[in-house]
């Protein structure tokens, strides 16, 4: 195992090569850096789990990652306390990424086709063309972390199924769990692979028995992620989703052809586009269908792959659904699944398609010899090893030009539709500025505290009656008190943004506003905090329970 780990970090180097140097680089979603310094401000605040970013939507805040998957930037809360810079932090997360998704893809090939399996299986995965698109062309964090849990889920259950045993139960939970806190829409694209993948080897192994554990383990991933899965199932209704799926995000514009997923020998670092005129690539790449083809047209000859004929005949089919999702003639499969909707692009059922295309690649680790192997990764890396570099690099990028000027402007208002509070009929053209404005009435303010999650100031208010209004969008969840009395906050107030009002009289007022937890929050806390400490104590008593039992042998002198 250990040879195989350092082989998979020596196969990596070329894809994680550029981001081990200073610097920084042009992306098409480039919030990485933002999304990261929003998630570590809520830390600082204590806004846990973090849900509102005060900085976002020009400034007047919006609930980002009370609808936006936060696993990726949690890692990266660790990359910061160590001392890296938020720029740095996000190409951290980036290797730590490549790093799980290649170890993972690993694990699940050797499964099947031994250790050499597993090592082409892991090149494969990790070198697929869309994989470097994910994260070098488009800065899809979260779908290009997606990816790594995967072969996690497909290995875990399996585990789990084969053997019976209840050790697997808390992994498989967690492997399901990560993929839902990675993005939420990968998971439902999965999820009817994934039962598929579940009830083949359930009657495969005839192992009834395991239908309890594997039910006990969806219930337990669902508690581990309910923090985040029920306020956007709930609270949705709170936010302009609608702007996810119309304009450029309809899912019309989007599909490929043929000769796009197999035959287009292109790259670029352009866009999606109606037709198959896309300036970027979406290829599944040549070696990715020449050796599954390859692998198929053995399978009669070859004892070796014979005996697993069931298992690529599955992913076979596997592939072919997946690729024919991202064809046009799907178009009444898409309308007919309304949720589908939400996935925006076709193509990215290719995240599925280089999955399991890369899982029967590994199958030549069972019909080429030790010998050949090498040149087929090498091979491999030629072909595709050059796709997994930016376009653009900045040497000198450092957060504070990151986070100043103009680029701080975009930041801010990059994706302002995006989850903006449904009071807020339109964005704000101009940037928040002040932190409370007197709008009728005169007075003055002196800003005593601003976090992310409450705020305090001193208003002295010098007419008869005023009105005051926070510079921040109103959402479930904000409160306010007056002088240490709650006031009832009516967000239709302001017909243009949805900010919140309040009444004063003359005199100096206390006041405090705080963005606390809904019912559904509430429940989602506390659900994911009892599956969190459960499966903490389980972990922990799994690995440590056999020396204490060994510890208590000698104490007693057996």
Same mark, same amino acid.
């Given at each position: 195992?250990?040879?195989?780990?350092?082989?998979?970090?020596?196969?990596?180097?070329? !894809?994680?090569?550029? %981001?081990?140097?200073?610097?920084?680089?042009?992306?098409?979603?480039?919030?990485?850096?933002?999304?990261?310094?929003?998630?570590?401000?809520? $830390?600082?605040?204590?806004?846990?789990?973090?849900?509102?970013?005060?900085? /976002?939507?020009?400034?007047?805040?919006?609930?980002?990652?009370?609808?936006?998957?936060?696993?990726?930037?949690?890692?990266?809360?660790?990359?910061?306390?160590?001392?890296?810079? &938020?720029?740095?932090?996000?190409?951290?997360?980036?290797?730590?990424?490549?790093?799980?998704?290649?170890? +993972?893809?690993?694990?699940?090939?050797?499964?099947?086709?031994?250790?050499?399996?597993?090592?082409?299986?892991?090149?494969?995965?990790?070198?697929? =063309?869309?994989?470097?698109?994910?994260?070098?062309?488009?800065?899809?964090?979260?779908? +290009?972390?997606?990816?790594?849990?995967?072969?996690?889920?497909?290995?875990?259950?399996?585990?789990?199924?084969?053997?019976?045993?209840?050790?697997?139960?808390?992994?498989?939970?967690?492997? @399901?769990?990560?993929?839902?806190?990675?993005?939420?829409?990968?998971?439902?694209?999965?999820?009817?692979?994934?039962?598929?993948?579940?009830?083949?080897?359930?009657?495969?192994?005839?192992? +009834?028995?395991?239908? +309890?554990? $594997?039910?006990?383990?969806?219930?337990?991933?669902?508690?581990?992620?309910?923090?985040?899965?029920?306020?956007?199932?709930?609270?949705?209704?709170?936010?302009?989703?609608?702007?996810?799926?119309?304009? &450029?995000?309809?899912?019309?514009?989007?599909?490929?052809?043929?000769?796009?997923?197999?035959?287009?020998?292109?790259?670029?670092?352009?866009? *999606?586009?109606?037709? =198959?005129?896309?300036?970027?690539?979406?290829?599944?790449?040549?070696?990715?269908?020449?050796?599954?083809?390859?692998?198929?047209?053995? $399978?009669?000859?070859?004892?070796?792959?014979?005996?697993?004929? &069931?298992?690529? /005949?599955?992913?076979?089919?596997?592939?072919?659904?997946?690729?024919?999702?991202?064809?046009?003639?799907?178009?009444?499969?898409?309308?007919?699944? *309304?949720?589908?909707?939400?996935?925006?692009?076709?193509?990215?059922?290719?995240?599925?398609?280089?999955?399991?295309?890369?899982?029967?690649?590994? !199958?030549?680790?069972?019909?080429?010899?030790?010998?050949?192997?090498?040149?087929?990764?090498?091979? %491999?890396?030629? $072909?595709?090893?050059?796709?997994?570099?930016?376009?653009?690099?900045?040497?000198?990028?450092?957060?504070?030009?990151?986070?100043?000027?103009?680029?701080?402007?975009?930041?801010?208002?990059?994706?302002?539709?995006?989850?903006? =509070?449904?009071?807020?009929?339109?964005?704000?053209?101009?940037?928040?500025?002040?932190?409370?404005?007197?709008?009728?009435?005169?007075?003055?303010?002196?800003?005593?505290?601003?976090?992310?999650?409450?705020?305090?100031?001193?208003?002295?208010?010098?007419?008869?009656?005023?009105?005051?209004?926070?510079?921040?969008?109103?959402?479930?969840?904000?409160?306010?008190?007056?002088?240490?009395?709650?006031?009832?906050?009516?967000?239709?107030?302001?017909?243009?943004?949805?900010?919140?009002? @309040?009444?004063?009289?003359?005199?100096?007022?206390?006041?405090?506003?705080?963005?606390?937890?809904?019912?559904?929050?509430?429940?989602?806390?506390?659900?994911?905090?009892?599956?969190?400490?459960?499966?903490?104590?389980?972990?922990?008593?799994?690995?440590?329970?056999?020396?204490?039992?060994?510890?208590?042998?000698?104490?007693?002198?057996?």
């Amino acid at each position: 195992m250990k040879k195989d780990v350092l082989l998979l970090c020596l196969i990596l180097l070329p !894809a994680v090569s550029w %981001l081990v140097q200073p610097g920084y680089f042009t992306m098409h979603d480039d919030l990485q850096a933002m999304r990261q310094l929003q998630m570590d401000k809520c $830390l600082k605040d204590g806004q846990i789990p973090c849900r509102w970013s005060q900085d /976002l939507g020009f400034g007047f805040g919006y609930p980002l990652f009370n609808f936006y998957p936060p696993l990726p930037y949690l890692p990266g809360l660790i990359f910061i306390r160590l001392g890296l810079s &938020y720029l740095d932090t996000v190409k951290a997360v980036g290797i730590l990424g490549f790093g799980l998704t290649a170890f +993972f893809m690993y694990l699940l090939g050797k499964q099947f086709w031994g250790r050499l399996g597993g090592v082409v299986s892991s090149a494969f995965y990790t070198y697929a =063309p869309y994989h470097a698109l994910d994260f070098f062309v488009r800065g899809a964090m979260n779908e +290009f972390w997606a990816m790594a849990f995967y072969p996690a889920i497909f290995f875990t259950s399996y585990k789990l199924i084969e053997t019976s045993s209840k050790k697997w139960i808390p992994l498989l939970s967690l492997s @399901v769990a990560a993929l839902m806190l990675s993005h939420n829409l990968m998971f439902m694209i999965f999820t009817p692979f994934f039962l598929l993948w579940i009830i083949f080897w359930w009657i495969r192994f005839k192992s +009834f028995k395991s239908l +309890f554990p $594997l039910a006990v383990s969806s219930f337990w991933a669902a508690g581990l992620a309910a923090f985040f899965t029920l306020p956007v199932i709930f609270e949705q209704k709170f936010a302009h989703v609608e702007t996810l799926v119309i304009g &450029y995000f309809n899912y019309l514009s989007h599909f490929l052809d043929i000769n796009q997923i197999f035959f287009r020998n292109y790259w670029g670092y352009g866009e *999606s586009i109606y037709g =198959p005129g896309d300036t970027m690539s979406f290829s599944l790449g040549y070696l990715h269908w020449l050796v599954p083809l390859t692998v198929l047209l053995l $399978l009669l000859f070859v004892k070796k792959i014979r005996k697993l004929w &069931y298992l690529i /005949l599955l992913l076979l089919l596997f592939t072919l659904t997946s690729l024919f999702m991202s064809h046009s003639k799907t178009t009444p499969i898409w309308i007919a699944v *309304s949720p589908l909707k939400f996935l925006q692009f076709p193509w990215r059922f290719l995240t599925l398609s280089v999955f399991f295309v890369s899982l029967i690649s590994g !199958a030549a680790g069972l019909l080429l010899s030790r010998k050949i192997i090498p040149y087929l990764l090498l091979l %491999l890396l030629l $072909l595709n090893a050059n796709f997994f570099r930016p376009r653009l690099w900045h040497p000198d990028a450092t957060d504070t030009q990151k986070f100043s000027g103009d680029s701080w402007r975009m930041q801010v208002t990059s994706g302002i539709f995006d989850y903006l =509070p449904v009071w807020a009929p339109l964005p704000p053209p101009d940037p928040a500025g002040d932190d409370v404005n007197i709008i009728t009435g005169r007075g003055i303010y002196s800003r005593l505290m601003k976090k992310t999650n409450r705020q305090r100031y001193q208003i002295f208010i010098t007419t008869p009656t005023a009105v005051a209004e926070l510079q921040t969008f109103y959402f479930p969840g904000w409160r306010i008190w007056v002088d240490g009395r709650e006031v009832a906050i009516d967000p239709s107030r302001d017909k243009f943004l949805g900010k919140m009002q @309040v009444d004063l009289t003359s005199g100096r007022h206390d006041l405090i506003a705080r963005f606390t937890n809904t019912p559904v929050r509430t429940v989602g806390n506390a659900l994911s905090l009892v599956s969190w400490i459960a499966l903490l104590f389980v972990l922990l008593s799994n690995k440590y329970a056999p020396s204490l039992r060994d510890r208590s042998r000698l104490a007693q002198g057996v």
